[in-house]
Structures are given as C-alpha cells and as structure tokens.
C-alpha cells in the first residue's frame, strides 16, 4: 500500500533527512558490492570457468549494463509516477538475492545469467535515488548532497573488494557471492519499513509540479539543454575509463604483480574505496563552495581539472616496475576519479523539470552504463586479448593505457559543460546574495 508523501521541511525533521540521505548512500554502497566484487574476483573465475579476457569483460561489463540501463528508463517512469521508496526495496531484494545465487554458478553462462539479473534488480535504485535526494535539498547544496550519496560507490567497491578478495583466499570465489549478497535482503526491508517518500518538489520552492510527460518529451527536454548534454557525455566517457579500472585493476596486480587477491583487495579498497569516497565527496564541496563564491562554471571546471590531473598517475600505475609502486601511484586517480559523479548527478536533477527527474536520472545513467559499464570493462578485454600474441601477459598494461585517450575527451566535454553555464548564467539577472542553506 502506498502512503501519502511525507514532507521534511521543519528544524525537527533535518534528523530524518540525514538518515534517508544515509539509508540511500548505504543503498547505492550494496549495489556496487555486488557489482564490483566481480573485479577482484575476476582472475579466479577466469581460472575456474577457463574464460577468456573478452568474456569476463563481457559478462562484467556489456551484458550487465545492456540490462542495467535499458530497464532502468521503465523503473525511471514508474519512479516519476509512483512511490520511489518501494521501487528501490524491491531492487534490493532483486539483485541482492541474484547476487547470492552467482556462488551456484556451475558454468559461465549459468553466472551470465545470474548477473544479468543482479544487472535487472539495480535497474530500479538510481533513478529514484536521485529523485527523492532533489526533494531533500535545496539546489545550493544539491551537489554536495548528491556528492555523498555518490560515496556509495567507493564504499561498495571498499566492502566488495575486501570482502571478496580475503573470502575468495580463504573458502573459495563461490561463498564470496553469497555472503555479499545476503544483507541485502535486510536493507531492503529497512528502506521498506523506515523511510517516508517525500513530496515531489520540496525542495524547489516556487516550482510548479506537473504530471509526468510521455517518455519521448523527456528526451527532446534534454537534447535542447547543452549543459546537460555536455555533463551526460562527459560522465559517460568517464565512467568509461572508471569502470574498466575498477573491474580491470584488481587483475592487473593479481596477474602482472602476482599479488594475491586478499592483498590486493586491501589495497585497493583502501585507495578506491576510502581515498575515493574522499575525493567524490570533496568534489561535490568544493563546486558548491567555488559556484557560491565565484562562478557556477566550477561546478564543471572542477572535474574536467581532476579528470586531467589523475591522467600521469594512471599511467604510471599501468607500467609500475613492482607491486608497491603501482599501488603508491593509484593513489592519485583513486581520489579523483569520482569528482565527476556528484555534479553530474546534481546538474541533471537541477537543469531538469521537477516531474522528469527520475527519467532524466534514468537517461543519464543509461548513456553512462551503456559506455561505460557496457563497453569499458569490455573494450580492455578485448583489446587485451588482440595484443596478447605479441606482449604477452603484459598485454593488459597496454589496454588499461589506451584509456589515456577517452580521459582527455572526457575532460574536454566538462570543460565546454563549464563555458555554456557562464554563458547562461551571464543571461540571468543578479539578485542580492542570500546566505546559502546548510546540508544538516
């Protein structure tokens, strides 16, 4: 049964913002452990199942994503239409217990398709996610708040690679699925039975709220927005080089650097999963702080900065003499390869019409997973695979350094994302500064 929406407008409810923006981060933490786990466990499923590069980057990247993105625009206009919190409990139920069932897998395509369903189930969070964290906050703090929630990223993959890398060590890749996907099913009852849907909205006050539009209105919306268009593309690109990192660099140091995958797991949750969540959260901050301050431009100048920086270290990393310089050099492109999720997130939910927002996020995502789930991790094997006859096992190196390229084009898309904000905020009257809200 649906309840009515619930309103967190008052000093008394700043509480229970916090906890549905907490509940949220912990929502998209569990997804990215049952999707990333499979980067560290990744070497020992080739070994067990005899796969090659190209089927792992296939099963890891374009078959999940095929299923990820194309049904999360269908959740997206039910989200848009219907109650949010229960969509996302029923997710987690989906894609946690699928995830438990990939430790049964007896063959690759039996695991092919049981990702593909974990793939179905988180279809139906993101979208409306998105939704209800625009409801809970104003547009000034919008991006820090979509910044935070965006740290479930590096938690999940923080949980799923040392989960996985130490069970996988101990009692086998099998039980590694399983008891990453068990407390999932609890989660989703605590979003079921906890937390309240907002009124759509709220947070935008003046907005007029509309019925949701056909799906196609959606798409031509966005087509006419040229920052928009800027920040889906350069988001997809990005995730394209992040995604085949996160499911790629785990077998780099497992195969090259034959570390073993408890130890690499430790690494790089660490880098990826703590120095991660520090840098996506900072860039979410620090655009906030620098558009208050300065311009609205910084909220894409930020990342196009950090996507440029993080570029020499990357490939340091790829052609690291030993284990431990490798690691010592990831340490850069692990802090800042998450800048560019939270003010993505946040200027698809800002620019967009209040009732599109959970098809806007849908689109968004689609664009990135199909890119950058769908082809990165993908594209890595493959071109891994073609270059094995004549570099051997050190054919990797050179398929994670061809990312260098797409990082470049990537940067250059937030760095015209940030000129056409100047352009549009040059057009809009000054007002008289007001003392921007606080995120409580």
Known sequence: ??????????????????????????????????????????????????????????????????????????????????????????????????????????????????????????????????????????????????????????????????????????????????????????????????????????????ALVKRAPPFPVVIRTMVKKPVVLHFVLGSALASFVGYAVVLWIPVYFVRIHEVGTGMAGTWLALLIGGGGALGTFLGGYFADRLSIRHSPSWRSWIVAIAIVAALPFSLLTYFSDSAFRGFIAFVIPSILGGVFIGPTFAMVQSQMPIEMRSVAASLNLFVGNIIGLGLGPYAVGAISDALQPTYGGNSLRYALSALAIVSIWSALHFFLGGRKIRDEASLITPETPTKPPTIE
């Open 1 to 206: 049964m649906n309840e009515a929406p619930h309103s967190i407008d008052s000093k008394e409810s700043q509480r229970e913002r916090r906890y549905v923006l907490a509940i949220l981060v912990l929502v998209f933490a569990s997804s990215h452990v049952d999707r990333q786990i499979m980067g560290i466990l990744g070497q020992p499923i080739k070994e067990s199942l005899a796969l090659t590069d190209t089927q792992l980057g296939l099963m890891t990247g374009l078959m999940f994503a095929l299923f990820y993105a194309t049904l999360g625009m269908p959740m997206a206009m039910w989200a848009d239409r219907g109650n949010r919190r229960n969509i996302i409990a029923l997710s987690i139920s989906l894609w946690s217990a699928a995830t438990a069932i990939c430790g049964a897998a007896a063959n690759y395509g039996q695991l092919l398709i049981a990702r593909i369903f974990v793939g179905v189930g988180e279809a139906g969070s993101n979208p409306p996610s998105h939704s209800i964290i625009a409801d809970l906050y104003e547009p000034e703090v919008r991006t820090t708040a979509m910044a935070i929630f965006a740290t479930g990223v590096n938690f999940g993959i923080l949980i799923g690679f040392l989960l996985g890398g130490w069970v996988n060590e101990w009692i086998g890749w099998r039980w590694a699925f399983v008891i990453a996907g068990l407390p999932g099913l609890i989660l989703g009852l605590i979003v079921r039975f906890t937390v309240h849907e907002p009124i759509r909205g709220q947070s935008d006050p003046g």
